[in-house]
């Protein structure tokens, strides 16, 4: 087992990739969410009033990145041994796409089944977390290592 320094290291690692990640898919999706046809589909923590998200929004955010951040790192260093790959970037990669196809992907599915969004705009959802695990995984390979 690693030090818990390294495990929280990870996290804001995560927490980084995340948020850059994620905000540059808001600006090329931006016109999903101002779109009045799914104003009704957005939480009122993301969109009490129309405009732009209020700073609790972001506070929340970041804590949620956070905690998904100490989660990816925690159940990396218990599983690492078994993580295929002969370096530390190959490791991540791998552990970065498994995570994704386990969560990402497969909760992609069920959000076309269940929730009344274009497929377009969870296409890049799906696309941006494969993104955000994949460099996610690698960064946290190399940290907790």
């Known amino acids: 087992m690693v030090a818990a320094w390294r495990i929280i290291l990870a996290a804001i690692a995560f927490l980084i990739i995340s ?3 994620h905000t540059l898919e808001a600006y090329v999706t931006m016109s ?6 799914y104003a009704a589909v957005w939480s009122k923590i993301m969109m009490p009033k129309a405009g732009p998200p209020p700073m609790e929004f972001y506070y ?3 804590t949620f990145s956070f905690i ?15 993580i295929p790959g002969n ?7 791998i552990y970065g796409l498994l995570i994704w196809l386990v969560g990402g992907l497969s909760g992609s599915l069920a959000m076309i089944l ?6 377009d705009l969870i296409g890049y959802w799906t696309v941006s977390g494969l993104i955000v695990n994949l460099l996610a995984g690698v960064a946290i390979a190399k940290i907790v290592k």
């Open 32 to 37: 999903y969410y101002t779109d009045p046809t």
């Open 68 to 82: 998904t951040g100490l989660l990816f790192a925690g159940v990396y260093n218990v599983i690492t041994k078994g």
């Open 114 to 119: 269940l929730v009344n969004l274009p497929i």
């Open 60 to 62: 929340i955010s970041w």
């Open 87 to 93: 370096t530390v970037a190959k490791k991540g990669l």
């Open 19 to 21: 948020q850059v990640i």
